[in-house]
T-cell receptor, first 114, second 113 residues
Framework: NAGVMQNPRHLVRRRGQEARLRCSPM?????VYWYRQLPEEGLKFMVY????????ESGMPKERFSAEFPKEGPSILRIQQVVRGDSAAYFC????????????FGPGTRLTVL | SQQGEEDPQALSIQEGENATMNCSYK?????LQWYRQNSGRGLVHLIL?????REKHSGRLRVTLDTSKKSSSLLITASRAADTASYFC?????????????FGKGTLLTVNP
């Protein structure tokens, strides 16, 4: 049973480009969470999704950021018109229930904006 | 201070010694969890302690929780060089959004061989 998978592991973008981060949850998990880790910081909650639904996006910046978890395929975190301040590690977690007890984290995508 | 704040920020010890890290938080919690992160890597879940528990053990790890003081400690006994990593506590609030983990900035532990 593969764990949470994220790709790419490293992503380099120039300012103004778009970044698309993918997360495949563990088999049987229908709840996905995205967290962002800035350098020297802890993880910050961004968004919680279930299949085809955004449950809580209270941690998402109001502009340029969006997330989806379609019926088929991975969850996508999309950052439009990236700026240097978006450089961070983005972690995805998944669970079988919408609960903090069962979240399993992926290896993260490290985004660098030049 | 922020929710789930660890101290010390950095800790350096010799192999074989014990390492103690502390975490303080502000709100009512459903549970508190400790994670390890090796440099540039993902998170590894270490242990979860529920709000109605006071102490929990897992191998060389011992976690305590004092809800009256809103604090927790993580003790690693007989440390090894491989324990070198950043350690984070994360809290899940009681109430409707208990899926949301709030992390502190972490303690960087260095175990010298």
């Amino acid at each position: 049973n593969a764990g949470v998978m994220q790709n790419p592991r490293h992503l380099v973008r120039r300012r103004g480009q778009e970044a698309r981060l993918r997360c495949s949850p563990m088999k049987g998990h229908s709840h996905v969470y995205w967290y962002r880790q800035l350098p020297e910081e802890g993880l910050k909650f961004m968004v919680y999704l279930q299949k085809e639904n955004i449950i809580d996006e209270s941690g998402m910046p109001k502009e340029r950021f969006s997330a989806e978890f379609p019926k088929e395929g991975p969850s996508i975190l999309r950052i439009q018109q990236v700026v240097r301040g978006d450089s961070a590690a983005y972690f995805c977690a998944s669970s079988s229930v919408g609960d903090s007890h069962e979240q399993f984290f992926g290896p993260g995508t490290r985004l660098t904006v030049l | 201070s922020q929710q789930g704040e660890e101290d010390p920020q950095a800790l350096s010890i010799q192999e074989g010694e014990n390492a103690t890290m502390n975490c303080s938080y502000k709100t009512s919690i459903n549970n508190l969890q400790w994670y390890r992160q090796n440099s540039g890597r993902g998170l590894v879940h270490l242990i979860l302690i529920r709000s109605n528990e006071r102490e929990k053990h897992s191998g060389r790890l011992r976690v305590t929780l004092d809800t009256s003081k809103k604090s927790s400690s993580l003790l690693i006994t007989a440390s090894r060089a491989a324990d070198t990593a950043s350690y984070f506590c994360a809290t899940a609030n009681s109430g409707g959004s208990n899926y949301k983990l709030t992390f502190g900035k972490g303690t960087l532990l260095t175990v010298n061989p």
